[in-house]
């Protein structure tokens, strides 16, 4: 089992920064690969960025990720949010490789609410 705990989130200005953290507990950090997830109201959940259990990073765009295996801790700093970003963050665990799929994840977060005002 893998426990994943998400924080960060809050109410932030259009152009503005967060960084997301999501703390891991329970199994070897390094070998899974990590995902962050983001879910609008009425909208599907979907991938913003992965990071594998070496670095590897997969997509990205406006946002960066980022992990430190000794903190067992992934990172996700979004930069020059847009309202369009508002959204239920998470994060989430799967063995080997990242994937954009979200039922390719074994393990989930809770989650953290960001919201981007005009």
């Known amino acids: 089992q893998v426990q994943l705990v998400e924080s960060g989130g809050g109410l932030v200005q259009a152009g503005g920064s967060l960084r997301l953290s999501c703390a891991a507990s329970g199994r070897t950090f390094s070998n899974y690969a990590m995902g962050w997830f983001r879910q609008a109201p009425g909208k599907e959940r979907e991938f913003v960025i992965g990071i594998s259990g070496s670095g590897a990073i997969t997509t990205g765009g406006r946002f960066t990720i980022s992990r430190d295996n000794r903190k067992n801790t992934v990172y996700l700093q979004m930069n020059s949010l847009k309202t369009e970003d508002t959204a239920v963050y998470y994060c989430?665990?799967?063995?080997?490789?990242?994937?954009?799929?979200?039922?390719?994840?074994?393990?989930w977060g809770q989650g953290t609410q960001v919201t981007v005002s005009s």
């Open positions: 989430a665990a799967k063995t080997y490789t990242t994937s954009t799929r979200a039922d390719a994840y074994e393990y």
